[in-house]
């Protein structure tokens, strides 16, 4: 501010005077006076405004995630050590391929504990059965009878929850089936993948000790997918779910679904998020990829100027939009920025042409900076 009063009070004193609102009796508080003279000595040029057409954004940085109810991890149900590893991050999979092989002596209790339940079921099923019939004779007190049927309930419940721990640790129904006729026990499961995807990442190896729930895979399904787009907050308000979203150099097209209802402090920028089906093939979740936001239907234009172009005053950018005798500041809406160029957003009729260089000197004037 300081270096700034000191280049405009070397300006007056080699004779040049812009006239700022405070200086200027009858100039609007948006309007800056300013004579030919003395734009040529203070570097003051103007460029038309560029067209873009109904687009909110060319080129938004936005990144290629999975779905949240999208991913599942996979663990380990028990304790042991993992004998095998079958698939690796990037491999396609079945729901119900064999993922990794997993060694547990707790397996083995845990199918002793339900052979035993099966046994004490089937022996409570068959007193049950008999003292029925010795009930229906008259042989026995009723009292009897309902002693043994509510022994019968018991064990058959307590056969019930073995059986819901072993399929809680991954043995299928057959498996389990087969324990019970043949009564042969495995001290190693596998465990398999739970839904038809990808695998996105491998979190254990081969000979690892492992706790109970400790994750071996990520797996995911791929469709479709998210894209999390960083819109400029000042451009954010005018996005609504449902406006269309692409992804150009992969020909990926979608929908908007969110808009976040903070801001990055840090970047200054909102995230915007839309679901991709069309060409989601194309992309890999992680994936950084530059998004275009259609304009949510509006027939309106944005417009192309340099960056220079642009001030900020109080965290709102304006552009000096020339007028006869001066400029105006005009305040606009930044879309993107791209290079040493701005898409802005704003009431334009196509032909205004906008301050350049000299920006800062016509700041300056405006905001009163220099004035005694």
Same mark, same amino acid.
């Given at each position: ?27 609007? *508080? ?11 000595? !203070? ?46 991050? +990037? ?8 993922? *990794? ?16 339940? *099966? ?33 019968? *309930? ?11 721990? !072993?399929?809680?640790?991954?043995? +299928? ?7 019970? #006729? ?10 398999? +993948? ?31 997918? @998210? ?6 907050? #000042? ?67 944005? @417009? ?46 196509? #032909?205004?042409?906008?301050?350049? +260089? ?15």
């Amino acid at each position: 501010m300081k270096k700034m009063k000191r280049t405009l009070l070397a300006v007056c004193c080699a004779g040049v005077v812009v006239g700022g609102p405070a200086l200027a009796q009858g100039v609007a *508080a948006d309007q800056i006076r300013v004579s030919a003279g003395q734009i040529r000595a !203070l570097g003051i040029e103007s460029a038309p405004l560029v067209a873009e057409g109904a687009v909110r954004g060319s080129g938004m940085p936005a990144r290629v995630v999975v779905p949240n109810n999208q991913i599942q991890v996979v663990s380990a149900p028990l304790a042991g050590v993992i004998q095998m590893m079958a698939v690796a991050p +990037s491999d396609p999979v079945r729901k119900g391929r064999i993922l *990794a092989r997993l060694q547990s002596p707790m397996l083995v209790e845990a199918q002793r504990d339900y052979l035993q339940a *099966a046994i004490q079921a089937r022996l409570a099923e068959e007193n049950l059965k008999r003292d029925e019939q010795l009930f229906k004779e008259g042989i026995i007190a009723k009292g009897r009878y309902l002693a043994t049927r509510s022994g019968y *309930a018991q064990a058959a419940a307590a056969l019930s929850e073995r059986r819901q721990a !072993l399929r809680l640790y991954g043995m +299928s129904e057959g498996a389990i089936g087969r324990l019970r #006729s043949a009564r042969g026990m495995s001290t190693t499961l596998d465990i398999v +993948s739970p839904l038809d995807g990808v695998v996105l990442e491998q979190m254990a190896s081969v000979g690892q000790r492992t706790e109970a729930s400790t994750p071996l895979y990520k797996v995911a399904r791929l469709d479709p997918l @998210w894209i999390e787009i960083q819109v400029p907050a #000042s451009a954010a308000g005018g996005i609504a779910p449902g406006a269309a979203v692409s992804v150009p150099a992969f020909g990926a097209d979608g929908k908007v679904l969110s808009v976040a209802g903070d801001v990055n402090p840090a970047a200054q920028t909102v995230t915007v998020r839309a679901s991709v089906r069309q060409g989601r093939r194309m992309l890999r979740p992680g994936q950084y990829v530059e998004a275009v936001l259609a304009g949510g239907g509006s027939s309106a234009k944005q @417009w192309r100027a340099p960056l220079a172009a642009v001030v900020w005053q109080q965290a709102r950018p304006y552009v000096f939009v020339e007028i006869p005798g001066g400029f105006r500041a005009q305040p606009v809406t930044v879309l993107s920025e791209s290079g040493d160029s701005v898409l802005i957003d704003g009431p334009f009729r196509g #032909s205004e042409r906008v301050a350049v +260089s000299g920006v800062a000197a016509l700041k300056a004037a405006w905001t009163g900076i220099g004035e005694e």
